[in-house]
């Protein structure tokens, strides 16, 4: 009875875990300054989540949330520009261990998948090709049609020519379009393409792919994600501006 009662305060402890974890998480814009998380919100969704994983029962969604805190703290606290890829390091090894654990998990994928093509757009092409970063990435965001995820790797990762048969900067429009068809309010599917317009020197296809995407608004529920991208559309905007007034 005593070992019944013990096992039912600690899942019941674990649950106000995750539940807090997500509340902090619900909330992961409140006291930002600027486009910057507060970084004591980020620690206590962090902390819980963490805690939230030593029960088995709610493990998956924990570790999902664990993953997606930790994502989010990487894009949204400020840390030492030197010690960028040490965090990328961290963010790919951490989501690589939830991925081999909860390979379906939809969330733990694409944040692998976003993880690894950021990680390997930033090494050497030599590394990347030698580490198989391109295929990790393709095989996961087909797993789950990730659509943004393979868009963004056919325009980032290294592509050589004979040596390699994937990625091809051809399919990076296909299925970045096919993304903004599947989900039109996500802010960064309109800068991965309009910046896709801006390398094919496409200026005036980029500018109203830019249009579009501003004129989508700020979604409460992702407020610092939707704010970051509308400054990366500006910038963008901005950058394609200043090279049509020197023509």
């Given at each position: 009875?005593?070992?019944?009662?013990?096992?039912?305060?600690?899942?019941?402890?674990?649950?106000?875990?995750?539940?807090?974890?997500?509340?902090?998480?619900?909330?992961?814009?409140?006291g930002a300054n600027g486009d910057k998380a507060d970084i004591k919100n980020v620690h206590l969704m962090k902390?819980?989540?963490?805690?939230?994983?030593?029960?088995?029962?709610?493990l998956e969604k924990a570790t999902e949330g664990y993953v997606k805190s930790y994502y989010f703290a990487f894009?949204?606290?400020?840390?030492?520009?030197?010690?960028?890829?040490?965090?990328?390091?961290?963010?790919?090894?951490?989501?690589?261990?939830?991925?081999?654990?909860?390979?379906?998990?939809?969330?733990?994928?694409?944040?692998?998948?976003?993880?690894?093509?950021?990680?390997?757009?930033?090494?050497?092409?030599?590394?990347?090709?030698?580490?198989?970063?391109?295929?990790?990435?393709?095989?996961?965001?087909?797993?789950?049609?990730?659509?943004?995820?393979?868009?963004?790797?056919?325009?980032?990762?290294?592509?050589?020519?004979?040596?390699?048969?994937?990625?091809?900067?051809?399919?990076?429009?296909?299925?970045?379009?096919?993304?903004?068809?599947?989900?039109?309010?996500?802010?960064?599917?309109?800068?991965?393409?309009?910046?896709?317009?801006?390398?094919?020197?496409?200026?005036?296809?980029?500018?109203?792919?830019?249009?579009?995407?501003?004129?989508?608004?700020?979604?409460?529920?992702?407020?610092?994600?939707?704010?970051?991208?509308?400054?990366?559309l500006k910038e963008l905007q901005k950058k394609i501006n200043a090279k049509l007034d020197k023509k």
């Open positions: 009875m005593f070992g019944f009662l013990l096992l039912a305060a600690m899942f019941l402890f674990a649950n106000e875990n995750l539940r807090f974890a997500d509340s902090c998480y619900a909330v992961r814009a409140e902390d819980a989540y963490r805690k939230a994983m030593e029960d088995s029962s709610i894009r949204f606290t400020r840390f030492d520009k030197n010690k960028r890829k040490i965090h990328l390091d961290s963010l790919k090894n951490i989501s690589e261990a939830a991925y081999l654990k909860f390979p379906k998990n939809k969330e733990i994928s694409h944040i692998y998948a976003s993880s690894l093509s950021m990680w390997g757009a930033e090494k050497n092409p030599l590394a990347a090709v030698k580490e198989g970063v391109a295929a990790r990435v393709r095989d996961i965001a087909k797993s789950t049609n990730d659509y943004q995820i393979l868009g963004r790797a056919h325009q980032l990762l290294p592509y050589i020519p004979i040596v390699l048969s994937w990625p091809k900067k051809d399919s990076a429009d296909y299925y970045l379009n096919l993304a903004l068809k599947n989900d039109p309010r996500d802010l960064y599917t309109y800068f991965f393409l309009a910046e896709l317009r801006f390398d094919q020197k496409r200026y005036a296809d980029a500018l109203n792919i830019i249009d579009r995407g501003l004129a989508r608004g700020i979604r409460t529920s992702y407020f610092l994600e939707d704010k970051r991208g509308r400054w990366q």
